[in-house]
């Protein structure tokens, strides 16, 4: 008896404790509802005092669009740049309202790891405004695939920039196929990356027609006949021209390489960036005649041999600008019986990176390749022995012992007779202006005409540089080589 009516009380205490729980979860709802009201007023009250409460919807909006402009000139990352809007809009209602009616604040689709919505909904706030789509998914998911190309075929005609990050050659092969089946009246940057040299064209790119079409940047492509029939008419207004990762190791693979560059005939800049080159595949073939061309850069497999090519095959009758960089991979002299091969008529600007201290070992021979130069830039990295303003100058004054001093090289000959200015980029501290007066002093010795030294701001920090403007003209050095290509590395 006295355990039953235990049993009775156990049970009636448990449901008075279920009892208060729930009465207690009721009051937390209660404590949680008034809590976010009286956090509104909080904050609504708070935001009264913000500076930017009273300024007019019409001068926050040109704020954020001159924000995103900015945002976007200091970030060169491809898909790293997108998310400007998101970031203000979580900053107050009153902000993301304004937000989301400015088109240009989300033009940046980035197909990648994030999910789909997340570009559905910048390509709807973005309207109808131009888009920059960039492609980075490096996994083959089926039915993503299929959203993602649904995505990509309603927006390609009002697609500004097209990035194609390195993929699986299944789904890089429907992505091509979708942008080519559709105008792409806007499109005017285009680029596209292939970790598998897999990549086959069977059709043609843009059959529909991208008549503002510009710059063009091919990553480890197949330059082969089919590319130059399906791909080339597409490029035919094409300027500015980028191909990294070229293998130029046959006769077929110049003639192919030859017929695409030459068929483009309004290119003004071109940056070749070649994986490998058998110098064997150029002898006897015809020269690579690029009429418009002003500004060429090439990044070295091979030092020599890629200069080589450089100057026997290469016809730039316009070419102003010349930048050689990859000179790490080799330091052998360069071959004297071609110095005078050169078909660079108009020549004045020398741009010189990537083991700059290199470069200037073979000074001598590209004062003869190119006599006429009046402007040499080197983009220096001081953690490398001889890559400072000290080193630069001395093997242009020729402080050796094969040398005079006064910038002649072993057999008289004056370098650079025409030089005119030296530009130093990838300096990051003060200068010891004292110590390299001696070393000015000789650039302005007879037979030279060198008067301006150009250094980066941060050289001028501690005024020492001032004494050196009573010999030379120093003067402050911008970005020496323009960068219409993005960066071929995606977040």
Known sequence: MDRRQ???SLSKRLEEMATTRRNLLLQLEGLDAQEQAVQLEHNILHNLDAPTLNLPNELLS?????GISIYREKDPVLGARSDFGQVISHVSHHWRSIALDIPSLWTEICYNHHPLRACT?????SRKAPVDIYINRPYFDRELTSSLLDSLSENIGRCRSLYIAPAGPEFQQQVLECTSRYAAPLLRSFSISDSYYATQFSAPLFASGAPRLRIVQLVGLNLNAAFQAYCTPAFEAVTHLELSEVYIHSSESYTSFRAILVALQSLQHVELRLAGLDPL????????VLPALKLL?????ECCSDFDFINRCIRAPSL???????WYREYKALDESILADSHLPSLRHLFLSNHVSAALR???ALSKAYPHIERLTCRVNLARLGEDIEGVLEAMTGSTAEEDGEGRAPDGRIRWPQMQSIALEGLREPIDATGLRRTVLKLRKPGSSIHTILLPRACFN???VECLKDIMKIEVVEAEWPTPFEPYWFD
């Open 462 to 464: 501690d005024g020492d």
């Open 6 to 8: 235990r049993l009775l």
């Open 362 to 364: 073979q000074i001598d």
């Open 121 to 125: 909904a910048y390509l709807s706030r």
């Open 62 to 66: 040109m704020i954020f669009e001159a």
């Open 281 to 288: 595949t150029h002898h006897g073939q015809p020269p690579i």
């Open 297 to 301: 850069h090439m990044e070295f497999a």
């Open 320 to 326: 102003i600008s010349l930048s050689l960089a990859g």
